[in-house]
């Protein structure tokens, strides 16, 4: 004492090895040290000392991999294996430790694929806020030291108030976007044939997603459900359109095949999307 930022940074010249981590808490610099204690001028000086030394640089996680080969590997499941400083446990329980958090969290990574297939950047940015850890270390339940640094960081009165606000947050929002891309209940999987093995890979949840996957999914699929009526079925059981049915039966029984084919069908269907999107926009902006 005191450490300085020269001191630190000889430090970090003498250590041994390709890379040294340096990721302490936001908090540690005003929270847990006040700025009193001269931690704030540590931080100030910090760079500076540690560029004066010629084998030290500052290096992104990604710029470290790619400079560096693996040299092992280390095992990390994500249930029971994952390794935090949080709490006691030094585990994922401080997030995903009880039901409320395992609801919110399950919540939140279902409408991914519906996020994505919206294509909309405020939907997606929203979405990324919800993933913010603190909404779930507010609904931590356990009692003991860890449950008053919980409590004394959270804005809510209680962990069940948390849970309620952030899930009505999500249930709201899962709303915005089903309308956003019109969502059908059950989504649309790719094939090429009868059988697990014929799985394209490509699947659509919304009308939207469904525009995309048709521009580049094989042609063979296309013709394949088409031949089936699977495309149909899907707009009149999964998206409740029977206008939109109709008119696919309809290319059905045209006979039409190969580009045309699908040309036809992604026009129909775009042009669809485009008039319940509007009626969506009309109706959504009185609430």
Known sequence: WPLTADKYASWLAATHGQCINIFPDYETFGEHHWPET??????????????????????????????YAPVGEIDVPELGGTVSWA?????????????????????????????KEAEDEDLVRIWRYLQTSDHLY??????????????????????????????????????????????ANEPFLFYKGVGEKYYTGIMAWSLKGFINALKKVEMKSIEFHNDRGDLEKWAETSLQDRLLARQLRKIRLSK????????????????????????????????
């Not at 045309?260 to 926009?281: A, C, D, G």
């Open 38 to 67: 001269g931690i704030h001028d540590f931080l100030k000086h910090l760079p500076k000392e540690i560029l004066k030394w010629e084998n030290l640089h500052m290096a992104t996680p990604s710029e470290v991999i790619a400079k």
């Open 87 to 115: 709490d006691l446990e030094r585990d994922a329980s401080c997030w995903l430790g009880n039901t409320m958090q395992w609801a919110y969290y399950t919540s939140l990574k279902r409408l991914e694929p519906l996020v």
């Open 138 to 183: 507010y609904m931590f339940t356990a009692g003991g030291a860890p449950g008053e640094v919980h409590s004394y960081f959270s804005p809510f009165n209680s962990p069940l108030d948390a849970y309620v606000t952030a899930q009505s947050v999500i249930l709201d929002f899962e709303n915005r976007v089903r309308f956003a891309s019109i969502t």
């Open 256 to 287: 039409i095949k190969g580009e045309e084919l699908r040309k036809l069908i992604v026009e129909t269907v775009k042009k669809r999307f485009n008039k319940l999107n509007q009626l969506t926009q009309t109706i959504t902006k009185y609430f």
